[in-house]
C-alpha cells in the first residue's frame, strides 16, 4: 500500500488537480469527490461514443468540459473541425460492480470494451429478473470479464443463484449507476 500512496503522490505533483487511478487500488485512496468525478468521467466518455458531444455530456454531469477534457483524454480524440470524439475503445478506469454467489464485487475495468460486455451482461440480468425471461443468459455462459489487474472473473447465470441475490435485495438501479455498499 505504501509503494502506491508514494507512486500516487508523485503523480499528484504532475497532475496538480486531480490525480488519474489506473487501479482499483488507487481509486480507492481517492477522496470521495474525487471517485464520483472520475465515475463519472466514464459515464460522459460513454454518452460521447453515443453522439453527444463533449459539452452537452459534461454539463448532464454538472462538470466543467475542460477538466472532462484533460482528464479523458486518453479517450478522447480531437476532430478536423475541432469538435471532441470519444475513440472507439479506451483504457481509461472504471468500476463496476459484478455479481458473483457470494453477492456484488467492485471491480476496477481498464477496458471499455470489457465495460461495455459488463453493461450488456447488466442489460440481460435486470431483463431476467424483470421478465423471468432467461434467454439471453445464455449468451453469457463461459464469459468473463478481465479487471485491471488481469484477473477474469465469471460472468454469472445460474438462474438460481441470480433468483437468489434478486430476493436477497443484492440488485437495484443504484447498485448498476452507484457504489457497492
Given amino acids: 500500500m505504501r509503494g502506491v500512496e508514494r507512486h500516487m503522490k508523485r ?12 487501479t ?31 459539452r452537452q455530456a459534461a454539463m448532464s ?25 470519444a475513440k472507439s475503445h479506451d483504457s481509461l478506469l472504471r468500476v463496476l460492480p459484478v455479481p458473483t454467489s457470494k453477492g456484488l464485487v467492485e471491480i476496477g475495468v481498464v477496458d471499455s470494451r470489457q465495460a461495455s460486455l459488463l453493461g450488456k451482461y447488466w442489460s440481460v440480468v435486470a431483463r431476467y429478473l424483470e421478465t423471468g425471461n432467461a434467454s439471453g443468459l445464455r449468451g453469457f455462459a463461459g464469459k468473463h470479464v478481465i479487471d485491471a489487474a ?5 460472468l454469472l447465470t445460474d ?13 437495484s438501479f443504484e447498485t448498476l449507476y452507484g457504489k457497492v455498499a
Avoid: M
Avoid at 11 to 22: D, F, Q, S
Avoid at 28 to 49: A, F, M, R
Avoid at 70 to 82: E, Q, S, T
Avoid at 150 to 154: D, I, M, R, V
Fill in 24 to 54: 482499483l487500488e488507487e481509486y480507492s485512496l481517492l477522496s470521495e469527490h474525487n471517485q464520483d468525478l472520475w465515475d463519472d468521467i466514464g459515464q460522459i466518455v460513454t454518452e460521447v461514443k453515443n453522439g453527444s458531444s463533449l
Fill in 159 to 171: 438462474q438460481q443463484e441470480l433468483d437468489r441475490l434478486g430476493s436477497a435485495g443484492a440488485f
Fill in 11 to 22: 503523480r499528484k505533483k504532475r497532475n496538480k488537480t486531480t490525480v488519474v487511478p489506473r
Fill in 150 to 154: 488481469g484477473k477474469e472473473l465469471p
Fill in 61 to 85: 454531469f454538472r462538470r466543467n468540459p475542460r477538466l472532462i477534457q484533460r482528464l479523458a483524454r486518453p479517450a478522447l480524440r480531437k476532430r478536423r473541425n475541432g469538435r471532441w470524439a
